[in-house]
């Protein structure tokens, strides 16, 4: 008999993840890795602790496109990663790639976010 997860009543959870460049995104897919601002690590930890799964939605900046999307697969450490070379990156988590894929914004475009004065996601 397998025990229910501890976390299997508790909200999914959704960010988009902007990142300044394609490479960090391949870099994210190759290695199952992902790093961000230190400002949004007590976010995500937080929604990671406290949701069932936590999906991140990938988009470079500029691109018009969503990149693909992932689980969440780790809270968020202290170890950092040299393999984005910038400074301003927080600690290592691990990423889920679920499907790796450009989609235009044009398809999510009646997607409204609540959280942000319902605009559209992108």
């Not at 976390?7 to 902007?18: E, G, H, L, W």
């Not at 230190?38 to 936590?54: C, H, I, T, Y």
């Not at 790796?100 to 609540?114: G, M, Q, T, V």
Request: proline letters at 5%.
């Amino acid at each position: 008999c397998k025990s229910p997860s501890p976390r299997q009543n508790m909200p999914v959870r959704y960010f988009i993840m902007k990142s300044s460049n394609l490479q960090n995104i391949d870099i994210s897919q190759q290695k199952g890795i992902w790093s961000t601002t230190p400002s949004n690590e007590r976010k995500l930890n937080g929604a990671f602790w406290e949701s069932s799964v936590v999906y991140l939605i990938f988009s470079v900046q500029g691109s018009g496109c969503f990149q693909g999307f992932a689980r969440m697969g780790s809270a968020i450490g202290c170890e950092k990663s040299q393999d984005w070379g910038s400074a301003g990156f927080g600690g290592v988590f691990k990423v889920d790639w679920i499907r790796k894929e450009s989609i235009p914004f044009k398809f999510a475009h009646h997607l409204l976010n609540p959280r942000n004065d319902s605009k559209k996601v992108q």
